[in-house]
T-cell receptor, first 112, second 118 residues
Framework: QKEVEQNSGPLSVPEGAIASLNCTYS??????FFWYRQYSGKSPELIMS????GDKEDGRFTAQLNKASQYVSLLIRDSQPSDSATYLC????????????FGSGTRLQVQP | GAVVSQHPSRVICKSGTSVKIECRSL??????MFWYRQFPKQSLMLMAT?????????EQGVEKDKFLINHASLTLSTLTVTSAHPEDSSFYIC??????????????FGSGTRLTVV
């Protein structure tokens, strides 16, 4: 079982729709969760971090965390063609290990 | 916000030569530097973790004698790919963890280095 799992996609949504990206993780001790966006050939850029159960909203983005289900998601409202990218879920998997473990990423395509 | 400057952005080298990649934290102290490698259509894989002034900790399967990491100061870490081969061609990304004063900046990624070994 992979430590951080994501559906590779592509996830295709029409412009203006809500895109829903999902991620599961294996280590129940994980404390910190991150969503990154990566354009082709570029470095990842942080969208949101979340540490507590529930929802966290920032503009068009909402991160949702459910530690009991070991599940974290990212919702993108009013999707734009510029949101087309690969979205990486990252987790601090082990207590005491500070490096992030990344999922394989979900490719999002927003159709104009 | 926090910025990590990574150079070079692209490098092409001949098989058997060495390449050095630099990451500098601008205006903050990088107490820990993480080095990742990303092959096409794959995710970031951690290669090693380095703390300023101490030896790097390498992930399983990563050759420490091939990928030399130096973190001599709180603002500079380098990765040297020695005796590079075509299979080392990849996208190398550094990520600094640190802050300034009482501010913790979390993880700040460099812009990445595209290495092509011919």
């Amino acid at each position: 079982q992979k430590e951080v799992e994501q559906n590779s996609g592509p996830l295709s949504v029409p412009e203006g729709a809500i895109a829903s990206l999902n991620c599961t993780y294996s280590d129940r001790g994980s404390q910190s969760f991150f969503w990154y966006r990566q354009y082709s050939g570029k470095s990842p850029e942080l969208i949101m971090s979340i540490y507590s159960n529930g929802d966290k909203e920032d503009g068009r983005f909402t991160a949702q965390l459910n530690k009991a289900s070991q599940y974290v998601s990212l919702l993108i409202r009013d999707s734009q063609p510029s949101d087309s990218a690969t979205y990486l879920c990252a987790v601090n998997v082990y207590t005491g290990r500070r490096a992030l473990t990344f999922g394989s990423g979900t490719r999002l395509q927003v159709q104009p | 916000g926090a910025v990590v400057s990574q150079h070079p952005s692209r490098v092409i080298c001949k098989s058997g030569t060495s390449v050095k990649i630099e990451c500098r934290s601008l205006d903050f102290q990088a107490t820990t530097m993480f080095w990742y490698r990303q092959f096409p259509k794959q995710s970031l894989m951690l290669m090693a973790t380095s703390n300023e002034g101490s030896k790097a900790t390498y992930e399983q399967g990563v050759e420490k004698d091939k990928f030399l990491i130096n973190h001599a100061s709180l603002t500079l870490s380098t990765l040297t790919v020695t005796s590079a081969h075509p299979e080392d061609s990849s996208f190398y990304i550094c990520s600094a963890e640190g802050g300034k004063g009482e501010d913790n900046y979390g993880y700040t990624f460099g812009s990445g280095t595209r290495l092509t070994v011919v």
